[in-house]
């Protein structure tokens, strides 16, 4: 209850910010930038939403959330784990700092297709606690062809009944519904959509997810593009948005705690 209290504070003190002039009238923070912008496909555009933010891992390095806040970054998921040996030494540090600034934040298991999903889950369960008020939990499904030790591309029945195995344990671990990240070739190699009534984080770094993914389910959060920057982080860093307004974010941040 304490998380969604400083959630809710920074809600109204970025929606202040907004209006006083602190954040650009297209809806994306002042702070924000990209280095590797894309031309846009069709009329919707990341800046037609409200609220953004990012994804991190250990290549951020240590994130100064404080000032993430205050520049507006309104949710952060980091990575926490990958497969079922590799856990990120970044997330402890930035997990706690983002809590402290009263960030959202969230974890997320890359996962490894030469490993068990009961043996993944669990993992990800060993090092990422139940903390109250934390964002559901994310399940990051996407091939990795530079992998040294798994070129492993299961068919799609046993990506998707892998999946379950995994989500469902989390589910009963953290009592939340976990998201579901993927992109456009796995999504669609592996018809991510027959899993069901999740919350998807989808990447397009060129067009509207509308566009690329069609119309088979409604996406949450956006990952539009890789090469970003954001307040209180050294380098380029992913930036993402939440499909709604600022105040179906807090409703849908509520709705979570339920």
Not at 12 to 29: D, E
Request: aromatic content about 14%; some cysteine.
């Amino acid at each position: 209850m304490a998380g969604m209290v400083r959630w809710l504070v920074t809600g109204v003190l970025l929606a202040t910010l907004a209006a006083c002039g602190g954040g650009r009238p297209n809806g994306i923070p002042q702070g924000f930038d990209d280095t590797r912008p894309n031309d846009w496909r069709g009329s919707a555009k990341p800046s037609h939403y409200d609220v953004h933010g990012i994804d991190a891992s250990r290549f951020q390095g240590a994130i100064d959330f404080d000032a993430a806040a205050r520049g507006g970054v309104g949710f952060a998921f980091l990575k926490a784990t990958e497969g079922g040996d590799f856990a990120d030494p970044m997330f402890p540090t930035n997990h706690e700092a983002a809590r402290r600034a009263g960030v959202p934040v969230g974890a997320y298991h890359f996962y490894y297709y030469c490993r068990p999903a009961q043996e993944q889950a669990q993992w990800f369960i060993d090092h990422v606690p139940a903390t109250p008020g934390d964002l559901p939990p994310v399940l990051d499904m996407e091939w990795n062809g530079h992998s040294p030790s798994c070129r492993l591309r299961p068919p799609p029945e046993t990506v998707r009944s892998e999946a379950k195995i995994f989500l469902d344990m989390l589910s009963r671990h953290y009592g939340k519904k976990p998201i579901i990240y993927t992109s456009i070739d796995f999504w669609e190699e592996n018809q991510m959509w027959k899993l069901g009534n999740y919350h998807f984080w989808l990447r397009s770094v060129a067009g509207h997810p509308d566009d690329v993914y069609g119309d088979r389910h409604r996406w949450t959060f956006w990952q539009y593009t890789g090469t970003g920057r954001a307040p209180g982080v050294d380098g380029t860093v992913d930036l993402n948005t939440f499909n709604g307004s600022s105040r179906q974010w807090r409703n849908w941040l509520a709705a979570q705690e339920q």
